[in-house]
């Protein structure tokens, strides 16, 4: 039978305090699973298992937490942001901009259209509509559709008499 490796890690009255205040009283759910892992890890246990049990948290968690804090001490507890992912398409911006601006889309099928043609990249509608929307386009197009609105307005005399 393999023998597992005991969980202990030491910590001070004032990070104990702290601990077991975001345990049983934190706002944010990450942060009371990060505290739950790291008080029990501080009372001690048997084994992972053990642990990931009593802290109702999966073995990855425990395991990242615990790296965490060997690594920055007390600040891994609060470590609860995931960061974004980068968007495929922030590596071809300035050719995918030059390449509308030389062939200008009607609409997002077009630019994935095109994104699929010219650049090889397989991707959907979302991702495409934030990355126009993050103002690498809008700019561009921003005169023209007010222009646009105008033209609308104009066609119908009775709501908007000039």
Avoid at 19 to 46: F, S
Avoid at 143 to 152: E, F, L, P, T
Wanted: proline share 4%; net charge positive.
């Amino acid at each position: 039978m393999p023998k597992y490796k005991p969980i202990k890690i030491m910590l001070n009255e004032q990070e104990d305090a702290e601990v077991y205040y975001q345990k049983v009283c934190g706002k944010n759910a990450t942060i009371r699973c990060h505290a739950r892992i790291l008080y029990y890890a501080g009372q001690g246990t048997d084994s992972m298992k053990e642990l990931c049990e009593k802290a109702e948290c999966d073995y990855a968690t425990a395991r990242l937490l615990l790296e965490r804090y060997e690594k920055d001490g007390m600040m891994a507890m609060y470590q609860c942001k995931r960061g974004k992912r980068p968007c495929q398409l922030d590596a071809y911006a300035k050719e995918i901009e030059e390449e509308l601006d030389k062939h200008p889309a009607k609409s997002v099928l077009g630019v994935i259209i095109m994104l699929k043609e010219k650049f090889g990249i397989t991707i959907t509608a979302t991702p495409v509509r934030n990355w126009l929307k993050k103002g690498v386009f809008l700019q561009k197009n921003k005169s023209s559709a007010s222009k646009s609105r105008r033209k609308k307005a104009k066609t119908f005399p009775l709501l908007f008499p000039e």
